[in-house]
């Protein structure tokens, strides 16, 4: 092995890994009660960093990796086991605070320690039977990470299309970050798995991987941190909202009560009330008396989309009238007008509904035509995410 190189990149890694961990593990939040979950996600992840950082330490400073080879490899796939639980229950208790619990937690550490102690037991069998039963444990391994990933991405899904059904921004768009980020560390954690086993000569290649991915985490967290406040509002609303379910109106497949909600919720629409921006499901349901259930199911029947696509096709509409009727006015007075909290947003609605940018859109005649010049598009930066 070229140890400079193995040395040398052990000696650039475990610092930043330092750094994330204690930083995620003691650094501040806003001092808002709200902001109690996020803190306990980082303060899992920065756990976990801390975890990894002490594998480091040991191959950096006792060199094990140069002497005891196999030990090192049931060493690193046990503290991967227990990075996993710790990396996966820090993103999945962003969108459901109920994850963590006592129980749960002790059963996965009961998890780790069993997988240990078989990764121990491992070393005892003969020099042949070692790799078999390192090649055994790392399937396991393997099998649990993508167990505790599909619980993640269930999670997600489910709070992205709660989000869809009871709010008419597009909240969803502020954790897609979780989703791609899962899919990334199924992909890293497999092949830091697999790199472990690396001729030594190349080992370093297992170590120099992990810094792009872990500054990507460190600054997806420092990112995140922006927009929780809003998610985790959202997430409160949904679970916490129980509407007590009276008159006529709150009864499912009654004839007189779907007469009636029709009516209220046109008069709703034709005094623009979906021009207000952050409507939610629970808000239009106490305005027209009645229950966010019904009011899902009725929109969901009678117009065929979520609550957010609803409202965004409204919108669209009223911007489309508007842009035909004033020209002149700017994207971001067209983006607010509608009632659309973000010009991003906004065009991309737009080009999912239409097809194109609204500035073409507006260019072709209220159609979407080929662009009539070079850099189109361009003559307004603001139809353009």
């Known amino acids: 092995m070229d140890q400079s190189l193995y040395h040398r990149s052990l000696q650039i890694a475990l610092p930043l890994m330092l750094f994330f961990g204690f930083h995620m593990l003691l650094g501040r939040a806003p001092e ?9 996600s980082r303060r899992l992840m920065g756990t976990a960093l801390l975890l990894l950082s002490a594998n480091y330490a040991v191959h950096l400073f006792l060199s ?15 503290t991967y086991f227990l990075c996993y639980w710790l990396f996966s229950s820090a993103m999945t208790v962003l969108l459901d605070k109920r994850y963590v619990t006592p129980v749960r937690m002790g059963c996965h550490v009961a998890l780790w320690m069993a997988f240990s102690a078989v990764s121990g037991m491992v070393l005892l069998l003969p020099a042949g039977g070692q790799p078999w039963g390192m090649g055994v444990l790392a399937g396991v391994l393997v099998v649990y990470g993508l167990l505790l990933s599909v619980r993640l991405l269930r999670t997600y899904a489910r709070a992205t299309r709660r989000f869809c059904e ?6 969803g768009s502020y954790v897609r970050w979780l989703r791609v980020f899962t899919f990334w560390a199924i992909g890293f954690g497999v092949s830091s798995g697999l790199l472990t086993f690396l001729p030594d000569a190349y080992v370093y290649v297992w170590i120099l ?36 379910q009276t008159g006529p109106e709150g009864v499912a497949g009654s004839g007189s009560g779907h007469a009636e909600i029709t009516d209220m919720v046109k008069t709703w629409v034709d005094s623009e009330g979906y021009r207000r921006p952050g409507i939610t499901l629970g808000e239009l349901a106490r305005l027209l008396g009645t229950n966010r259930t019904y009011l899902s199911d009725h ?28 020209p002149q006015l700017r994207m971001t007075e067209v983006c607010e007008m509608a009632g659309f909290l973000s010009v991003s947003h906004f065009t991309r609605t737009f080009r999912e509904k239409e097809g194109c940018p609204p500035s073409r859109w507006l260019a072709g005649g209220s159609k979407c035509s080929a662009p009539s010049g070079p850099g189109m598009d361009g003559a307004n930066p603001e139809g353009a995410e």
């Open 32 to 40: 808002k009660r709200i902001f109690s979950t996020f803190l306990l």
């Open 64 to 78: 094990i990796r140069l002497t005891h080879v196999n030990a090192t490899i049931l060493m690193n796939l046990s």
């Open 166 to 171: 009871t709010h008419s921004d597009d909240i």
């Open 209 to 244: 991987s992990s810094i792009p991915f872990y500054v990507c985490l460190y600054c997806s967290y420092q990112n995140y941190i922006l927009f929780f406040e809003r998610v985790e509002r959202a997430i409160r609303e949904d679970e916490g909202l129980v509407e007590a």
């Open 299 to 326: 929109i969901r029947k009678v117009y065929g989309m979520s609550f957010r696509d609803w409202i965004s096709d409204l919108r669209i509409e009223y911007a489309k009238r508007l842009m035909k009727q004033q």
